[in-house]
T-cell receptor, first 110, second 112 residues
């Protein structure tokens, strides 16, 4: 089955700086890669996703890049704000299953 | 606005008890899922269902079963709870198989 590795497990940045979270996957057949954000005590929510026929996707301050050859994808957050503090999960879909990474706890220092 | 409701936010059960976790969604979604969330392990898929009375094993189905008698309701059952099933359980639904997951608020289960 699919295996998704996510790094780093924790990340602390100064407000205004950029944050990058990286994920690798094992199954070359995976074709859909979403990112979910979970604020403290709340449910995970989709923030951005990318499909395998696209190399990059951007939505305001967040962007996701995908390298199918290397089987890795990354989340980039620019101009971080305190409300970006949360746990972020990457995921990869292979067949009917969506496999999540282990999560990255991002702390944005004011 | 999609709403996924889990009936219990917090439960405390004893080893060996039978536990039911209920999940209801109000958006007529075909697809429903049960995940388990543990620190350092992320979200792991227990079971999923793409139709009424249909169920498929996820990555960690051992010790669990599910029931989907109605489209809007997906129940997770622990036949005989064990301490290693202490965890946060998240239900989710989606309109499309490869689409956005809408999660419930979670049920935190403690097995003593």
């Amino acid at each position: 089955g699919e295996n998704v590795e996510q790094h780093p497990s924790t990340l602390s940045v100064q407000e205004g700086d950029s944050a990058v979270i990286k994920c690798t996957y094992s199954d070359s057949a995976s074709n859909y890669f979403p990112w979910y954000k979970q604020e403290l005590g709340k449910r995970p929510q989709l923030i951005i996703d990318i499909r395998s026929n696209v190399g990059e996707k951007k939505d305001q301050r967040i962007a996701v890049t995908l390298n199918k050859t290397a089987k890795h994808f990354s989340l980039h957050i620019t101009e971080t704000q305190p409300e970006d503090s949360a746990v972020y999960f990457c995921a990869a879909r292979s067949g009917d299953k969506l496999t999540f990474g282990t999560g990255t706890r991002l702390a944005v220092r004011p | 606005d999609v709403k996924v409701t889990q009936s219990s936010r917090y439960l405390v059960k004893r080893t060996g008890e039978k536990v039911f976790l209920e999940c209801v969604q109000d958006m007529d979604h075909e697809n429903m899922f049960w995940y388990r969330q543990d620190p350092g392990l992320g979200l792991r898929l227990i079971y999923f269902s793409y139709d009424v009375k249909m169920k498929e094993k996820g990555d960690i189905p051992e010790g669990y079963s599910v029931s989907r008698e109605k489209k809007e309701r997906f129940s997770l059952i622990l036949e005989s709870a064990s301490t290693n099933q202490t965890s946060m359980y998240l239900c989710a639904s989606s309109q499309y198989r490869a689409g956005e997951l809408f999660f419930g608020e979670g049920s935190r289960l403690t097995v003593l």
